[in-house]
């Protein structure tokens, strides 16, 4: 099979999955080792195409950003105005500072089938434990969700640095246990993963500029444009799919897809 058409189907999976709490990147590296397709661009390659399903969340929620871009131009950081740039910082804080001091572990370590089955498993635990909890809901839309709120669903999100764990499924467990609906938390996951995105990206791309060739460049583009286009079809059903269906499902899947790569790989 060529590099080609296995960056066509990495990027099919990474437009399908990524607003699902069912991790992208750990399938992209389950797929990655069936496909033959693991090492240093292999890894990076993964990051790129992530960023292209993350630009169809760009364009959803483009007058959100516009207006808590406005709200920064104007210093407005009013409570009344719903949710602001302040609330967006705290809950990418906590995983940028985790990142940046990891990082290196992170590649080297938990880019592979292993982690992404334990991570699969313990994320899974995580949705039920969430789904079950009966916290009281203080904020059924984004706008109603408070800075603790927003920097506890931070502190979840640090899990999403292990392969398998999932942001969106890790963000909006933490948004429920913190008393969230699943709807608010859903949509906080979408609006913040695209800084968060952006920035590891750029810099994983530079941490990796040595490593990279001209046909690396060809495949991230194409992985990129499939992503990309991908993720524009499922956007907007998979964002109403992640509002309404509990995340026992998600949960239930993540440990069939566990059991099934851990029968495919890892016997």
Known sequence: MSDVIKAIILGIIEGLTEFLPVSSTGHLILAGSLLSFEGDAAITFKIVIQLGAVMAVLILYWKRYMAIGSNLIRMDFSR???????????????????????????????????????????????????????????????????????????????????????????????????????????????????????GATLLDLYDSRDLLSSDDVVLMLIGFATSFLVAMIAVVTFTKLIKRLRLEWFALYRFVLAALFYFIIML
Not at 179 to 190: M, V
């Open 80 to 198: 009344s105005r719903g949710l602001n740039v302040i609330h967006m910082v705290l809950a990418m804080l906590p995983a940028l500072i985790v990142y940046l001091l990891l990082k290196d572990t992170i590649k080297s370590h938990l880019f592979g089938p292993t982690p992404v089955l334990i991570g699969l498993v313990a994320g899974a635990v995580l949705m039920i434990i969430a789904a079950r909890s009966r916290r009281t809901e203080t904020a059924d839309t984004m706008d109603r969700i408070n800075y603790k709120q927003a920097f506890g669903i931070g502190l979840f999100q640090c899990l999403a640095l292990w392969p398998g764990f999932s942001r969106s499924g890790s963000t909006i467990s933490g948004g429920l246990l913190l008393g969230t609906s699943q709807k608010a938390a859903a949509d906080f996951t979408f609006l913040i993963s695209v800084p968060v995105m952006f």
